[in-house]
């Protein structure tokens, strides 16, 4: 109860007095004081309390993806949770499809050498049937429900092109997956964002990027947070 009256007063605060909300956050003069409608997202999502991310990691996303809105090939997601940072994705993306991989149910098999503190079956108070409904508002979304890269077998066969993608799964192989995966199928000027590279407590994140990046030399860019940003050259 206290937390649902403290998430409707600081949307009621971004809403009404943006400037007074940013100017607190120390937030005044940085790009976001720009994004009336980013802003009005947030606010409703820290209503509805979904979304783990910080606020400046949910403007990434949705200055990033609108980057490249409009233009062709899909997006995806691997690791959506409750659905809060596929909202944004949703906010920006137009008509592109949206796939989107979870196992919506938790955390798979972990690995204490490389993963931190993480146990399976973490972050199990989702479900598919609750992502489907926060998100019905939305067209071109579309489930993939398992562990992937397994339940991307079948969207692998219809070889799509991606022009954004954002991955926050936390764990090592999970990463790596996703990075050799998706990074080949970006289209040219494509972007890929990571959630987690820069949080110590999710060390699998960054030795993932490492990997990969010895495979296949790309230019990483940090982002503000913990998400970090790859961009397929043109």
């Known amino acids: 109860m206290l937390r649902s009256l403290r998430n409707r007063g600081l949307a009621r605060l ?3 007095q ?3 909300f940013l100017r607190l956050k120390g937030l005044a003069s940085h790009p976001i004081a720009n994004a009336p409608e980013f802003l009005r997202l947030h606010a409703q999502m820290v209503r509805e309390g979904e979304g783990m991310q910080l606020l400046l990691e949910r403007y990434n996303l949705w200055a990033q993806g ?8 899909a997006w995806a997601e691997v690791g959506v949770y409750r659905g809060g ?3 944004i994705l949703c906010e920006v993306k137009g008509d592109a499809p949206l796939h989107l991989f979870d196992t919506f149910g938790g955390m798979p098999a972990v690995n204490p050498a490389t993963d931190g503190a993480f146990r399976p079956g973490d972050f199990a108070d989702s479900s598919l049937a609750h992502v489907q409904t926060y998100l019905a508002a939305y067209p071109g979304v579309h489930y993939h429900a398992g562990i992937f890269p397994a339940s991307a077998a079948a969207l692998a066969r219809e070889n ?3 022009q954004f993608v954002h991955l926050d799964v936390d764990l090592h192989q999970s990463t790596l997956d996703g990075l050799r995966f998706f990074y080949p199928r970006l289209a040219p000027g494509g972007l890929l964002v990571s ?3 820069g949080d110590p407590t999710v060390p699998g994140v960054r030795r993932a990027f490492d990997e990969f ?3 296949q030399p790309a230019v ?3 982002l503000s947070g913990t998400q970090v940003l790859l961009e397929k050259s043109p």
Do not use: C, K, N, W
């Open 195 to 197: 959630h987690d590279y």
């Open 14 to 16: 971004i809403e009404t």
């Open 85 to 87: 940072s596929a909202r």
């Open 220 to 222: 990483l860019t940090r």
């Open 213 to 215: 990046l010895r495979e």
């Open 160 to 162: 799509p092109m991606f």
């Open 18 to 20: 943006p400037r007074l």
């Open 66 to 73: 609108r980057r490249v809105a409009g233009q062709p090939g």
